[in-house]
């Protein structure tokens, strides 16, 4: 049995203007020891849908799902209090500012061994051994001191490694991360990637991966899910999807690296991923799409079978000859 | 920590000078004569203007009329009341302990109900409670104090005697008042009955005197909270599976109590305003009552130096607030 499995996650918020569907009909699925990366441009709903699980949503938003199963429970039918037992320990989350992420009222270690009380239900000594243990297995330099700090006296990646300690304090099955180095230098960012990877490794935890970068992807994960306009548009094992990108965004997304740039200048998608105002009849990647026809602005594709790596298109591209048969 | 305190200190400098200044003029500045002023419609012998003239130094050069003013300042020497020939510095000290008392008890009202109120506000964003608890700040905040007062007395002194009109403690009881704080020396009295009757006294002018920093601190509160529940940090403690009274009480209630703090500090100069008028129609025995005497004596002496010491009463709060922020928010300590 899967880890975590999601089934036709919708995200709706009421705003001002009306409803305004974030995440439309998206399946996630990641087994125990799995690395799974997200990928999509800015508002494409990855940060969205994994809120959803932990259930960090405002009370502006409206979730629905067939399926919402977290190591056979269903997340769609605990109570508040059943679920703060669930989020933070087996369920983890480290988001994409890590400065801002953590309390500046109060110390690293203060925040960290919170979480230890509260869930492990750990005395002070103990606390403390495990806070340090942590700092050790995230690389921080002189955890006893460092405990002590305050987040504005840590540097970015410092604050990251912080983040990264007090979200696997519990032993947690499942690790999110959004987007865990976009606010980071270059170099810092592949050693965080090397700490996370590491850390999966060595403790077997799961590990979904959400960024926007097909670099980070191509080193770190297993299988890829992009999502684009709050649709899953396809999904492959790494390998599969980097030789044969089926979905048009995603094989625009692959020729926007730099290392696969066929010419001097650096191709980029045109365009921009629609928002509420400007949602597109049909296919919605179709206004942005090289190969977009009639039936595209028209007809909304469905989710395409296993073999054209589930996208959510058309004409899926790379189809092998036996699939195309 | 030690540097950020002196700094605080050099800047409690410069404006205690100034309030020095400002206290000084006041005399000087009044229209007319101050001495055939103060003397009012009794009027004045020749030979005792002289002696008056002399005794304020009035017949020095102004600039050295200061600096022997400030001399006496700083040796703690403010003058004599006219009325009492008690130094001002002795009245001061005698009554302002029942001042202290009311105005510790109308904060200590005004922030539990405040801080919780405006907390329980925010969490509840829009509901009933908020809407309820804004109107009557708003409420609160613009109603005149004095019809305040006269509202409660009517009601739970006159309709229902509850409480007593005036006063810090029934008649009937009498003792040595060793520290002025009423609660302390009827507590150390051991005469039953005594503390009783000292908090009924208290109520009604704590409620008058704090229900303008109770509307401040629940909107202040309030808006703070509103701010720092949409930061990240709440969310990463939400993630971390803490309970709702936890993340509001604790990570968000530590970060909302900086501005929560500047604006009880402010009020401190709004309290001791606010005294002036409760004090008076509760007559209540304190420097607010106090000072109000003195002007309607002309005991102008007693004026001076209770504006002196009021304004760096006022000022010794701002700098404790000072301080107490860079305890509460390590990060305002560095710059
Ligand atoms: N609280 C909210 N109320 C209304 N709309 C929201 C809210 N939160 C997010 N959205 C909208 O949902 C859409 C998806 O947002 P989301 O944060 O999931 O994008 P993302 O894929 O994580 O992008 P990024 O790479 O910028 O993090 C965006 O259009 C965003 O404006
Ligand atoms: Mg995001």
């Known amino acids: 049995m899967a880890l975590l499995e999601i089934r036709n996650l919708s995200v709706d918020f009421a705003t001002s203007s009306g409803q305004f569907r974030a995440v439309d009909s998206v399946d996630v699925t990641v087994d125990k020891g799995d690395i799974l990366a997200i990928v999509g441009e800015s508002g494409s709903g990855k940060s969205v849908s994994m809120l959803a699980m932990m259930g960090l949503l405002p009370w502006t938003a409206t979730v629905t799902a067939d399926a919402m199963l977290f190591d056979g429970q269903d997340l769609r039918a605990l109570s508040p209090r059943q679920r703060r037992r669930i989020i933070g320990k087996d369920m983890a989350m480290i988001f994409q500012e890590p400065i801002s992420s953590l309390n500046p009222c109060f110390t690293v270690g203060f925040q960290i061994k919170e979480a230890l009380r509260i869930h492990l239900g750990l005395d002070s000594r103990a606390r403390h051994r495990r806070a340090v243990e942590l700092f050790e297995m995230v ?187 | 920590m030690l540097r950020y305190l002196l700094s605080r200190l050099m800047t409690f400098l410069p404006t205690f000078f100034g309030v020095t200044l400002i206290s000084f003029s006041f005399i000087r500045l009044l229209p007319g004569d101050p001495i055939v002023v103060m003397a009012g419609e009794r009027g004045v012998s020749p030979e005792r203007y002289q002696e008056l003239v002399r005794q304020f130094g009035f017949d020095q050069p102004i600039w050295k009329q200061y600096l022997d003013y400030l001399g006496g300042v700083i040796q703690g020497d403010l003058g004599q009341s006219f009325v009492t020939k008690k130094p001002v510095w002795d009245e001061f000290f005698a009554l302002f302990p029942a001042t202290l008392e009311l105005s510790i008890c109308a904060m200590v009202f005004a922030v539990l109900l405040g801080l919780p109120a405006g907390v329980i506000a925010a969490v509840n964003r829009g509901k009933l409670f908020d809407r309820a608890l804004m109107s009557s700040a708003l409420v609160g905040y613009s109603m005149p104090i004095f019809w305040w007062a006269l509202l409660l007395i009517i009601v739970f002194s006159g309709w229902l005697g509850w409480t007593p009109v005036s006063g810090r403690i029934s008649l009937m009881y009498y003792f040595e008042n060793p520290t002025g704080f009423m609660l302390w020396d009827a507590l150390m009295s051991g005469q039953k009955g005594a503390l009783g009757s000292a908090i009924q006294h208290l109520i009604l002018p704590t409620i008058v005197l704090g229900t303008i920093p109770l509307a401040v601190i629940a909107r202040q509160t309030r808006s703070a909270m509103l701010e720092v529940l949409s930061e990240d940090y709440i969310r990463t403690a939400r993630a971390k599976g803490l309970s709702p009274l936890r993340i509001n009480g604790l990570h968000a209630l530590r970060n909302a109590l900086i501005p929560v703090i500047t604006v009880i500090g402010l009020m401190v100069g709004t309290l001791l305003a606010g005294a002036i008028l409760t004090e008076t129609i509760f007559s209540w025995p304190g420097i607010g009552k106090w000072m109000v005497d003195s002007i309607f004596r002309r005991d102008y002496p007693v004026v001076q130096g209770g504006l002196l010491l009021i304004a760096v009463m006022v000022m010794i709060v701002n700098l404790t607030v000072d301080v107490l922020y860079g305890l509460i928010n390590p990060k305002i300590r560095k710059r």
């Not at chain 1, 991923?273 to 977009?292: E, M, W």
């Open chain 1, 139 to 325: 690389g921080i330099p002189a955890p006893e001191e460092r405990l002590k700090a305050y987040p504005h006296q840590l540097s970015g990646g410092m604050n990251q490694r912080v983040m990264i300690a007090m979200a696997i304090a519990c032993n947690p099955k499942l690790l999110i991360a959004d987007e865990p180095t976009t606010a980071l230098d270059v170099t810092i960012q592949a050693q965080i990637l090397d700490l996370l990877t590491g850390l999966q490794r060595d403790t077997g935890m799961a590990l979904i991966l959400i960024t926007h970068d097909m670099g980070v992807v191509a080193e770190t994960a297993r299988r890829v899910q992009v999502q684009y306009a709050g649709q899953k548009v396809e999904e492959q094992p790494v390998i599969d999807l980097f030789e044969r990108p089926h979905h048009p965004y995603t094989a625009a997304l692959l020729a926007a690296l730099p290392e696969r740039a066929t010419s001097k200048h650096l191709p980029t998608i045109p365009g921009v991923v629609p928002g509420q105002f400007d949602r597109p009849q049909g296919c919605l990647f179709s206004p942005r799409c090289q190969f977009a026809d009639e039936r595209c602005r028209t007809v909304a594709p469905l989710p395409q079978g296993p073999q054209a790596g589930l996208a959510r298109c058309h004409y899926p591209l790379n189809l092998s000859a036996e699939a195309e048969a």
